[in-house]
């Protein structure tokens, strides 16, 4: 897998791209779609993800991350 769908986990929401690299790269966890399952850096990584599509701002809004240097921006 190179891309992934995430959306925030536990009730999480976001109002910026920065808040939500900054959340993924601390290792919070996000829920994998269509899997439904947790996900967070380390497990993207062990899933050879680059790129991944969150969703935020109640589900309005799309952020794209990539993987640069093992530092999602």
Known sequence: MQHAI?????????K????IAADLNSGLDFVL???GCYANDESLADMSCTSVNVRYKSMRSVAVLTL???VWK
């Open 68 to 70: 640069s240097g093992g």
């Open 6 to 14: 995430l959306t925030p986990a536990y009730g999480r929401d976001y």
């Open 33 to 35: 779609h269509p899997q």
């Open 16 to 19: 910026s791209k920065k808040a």
